[in-house]
C-alpha cells in the first residue's frame, strides 16, 4: 500500500510491563525508522533498518529496546520492563534508498506507562 | 554534528497575515531539506523539500529555498489561514555517503487566529 500502517494506536502499559508496537512500511521502500515523539515535540531517532537489516541504532536505549524488521512481518519495536519516561508517540516512517520522495511516516502508536 | 535550529514559537497570527519560520542547518555534506507539519493528534506530512542549493519547494502556498550560502531553508506563505494552525518541522537528511535518517529541528508551533 502507499501508506505506513502502525498498529495499535494507543498502548497503556504498567510500570515494568513490555509494550510491542508494530510497522508495515510501504512495499518497495528499503528503508524503516522508528523516532520517539515526547512532550516537548523532539523527535528523537532510535533506530533504522535497511530490509532486515540493522543500519543504524545510535538512538536506541539498548538495555530495554530493541526492534527488528523480519522478511513477510511487519518491523516491530519492543520495550521490556517500561518506565513512566517510556510514555511518547512512537511514529514509524519508510523511504526509497534516495529518499527521492522524502520519508513517509505512519499515523503513530501513543504508549501511556502508568 | 549535524543540526537543525528552528525559531522557537508559539507564532500567532491572524488569518490572511504573511508567515515565516525560521530554520538554519549545520551538516559537513549537501543534504536534502525538508519542511514536515503535524495537524494536532496526527503524524507528519510532509510539506515540502528541496535537494540542492537554490532549489525552491512549494506546496499548498507554502515555500521554501535552500540558501547553501546562509545555511537555511525558511519556510513562507504569503496568506495563512485558520486550517494552517499545526506544528512545522525542519528537517536535513540524506545525502549520498552519509547518514539516512532525518535530523529534525525542535518544531514552530503556528496558531492563525480568524
Known amino acids: 500500500g502507499e501508506e505506513v500502517a502502525q498498529t495499535p494506536k494507543h498502548l497503556v502499559r504498567g510500570e515494568g510491563q513490555k509494550a510491542k508496537l508494530y510497522c508495515a512500511p510501504i512495499k518497495g521502500h528499503s528503508y524503516v525508522f522508528w523516532y520517539q515523539q515526547v512532550l516537548k515535540n523532539e523527535f528523537k531517532f532510535l533506530i533504522s533498518f535497511q530490509n532486515e537489516n540493522v543500519f543504524d541504532e545510535t538512538g536506541m536505549p539498548k538495555e530495554r529496546f530493541s526492534a527488528k524488521c523480519l522478511p513477510n512481518s511487519p518491523c516491530s519495536l519492543e520495550i521490556q520492563a517500561t518506565k513512566l519516561e517510556d510514555s511518547a508517540v512512537y511514529f514509524c516512517?519508510?523511504?526509497?534508498?534516495?529518499?527521492?520522495?522524502?520519508?513517509?511516516f505512519g499515523s503513530g502508536t501513543r504508549l501511556t506507562v502508568v | 554534528g549535524d543540526s537543525v535550529t528552528q525559531m522557537e514559537g508559539p507564532v500567532t497570527l491572524s488569518e490572511e497575515a504573511f508567515l515565516t519560520i525560521n530554520c538554519t542547518y549545520t551538516a559537513t555534506g549537501y543534504p536534502s531539506l525538508f519542511w514536515y507539519v503535524q495537524y494536532p493528534g496526527e503524524g507528519l506530512q510532509l510539506l515540502l523539500k528541496?535537494?540542492?542549493?537554490?532549489d525552491k519547494g512549494s506546496n499548498k502556498g507554502f515555500e521554501a529555498t535552500y540558501r547553501k550560502e546562509t545555511t537555511s531553508f525558511h519556510l513562507e506563505k504569503g496568506s495563512v489561514q485558520v486550517s494552517d494552525s499545526a506544528v512545522y518541522f525542519c528537517?536535513?537528511?540524506?545525502?549520498?555517503?552519509?547518514?539516512?535518517?532525518?535530523?529534525f529541528g525542535a518544531g514552530t508551533r503556528l496558531a492563525v487566529h480568524p
Open positions: 528541496a535537494t540542492k542549493a537554490d
Open positions: 528537517a536535513l537528511g540524506p545525502f549520498s555517503g552519509g547518514y539516512n535518517k532525518l535530523i
Open positions: 516512517a519508510s523511504s526509497t534508498i534516495q529518499a527521492e520522495y522524502g520519508y513517509t
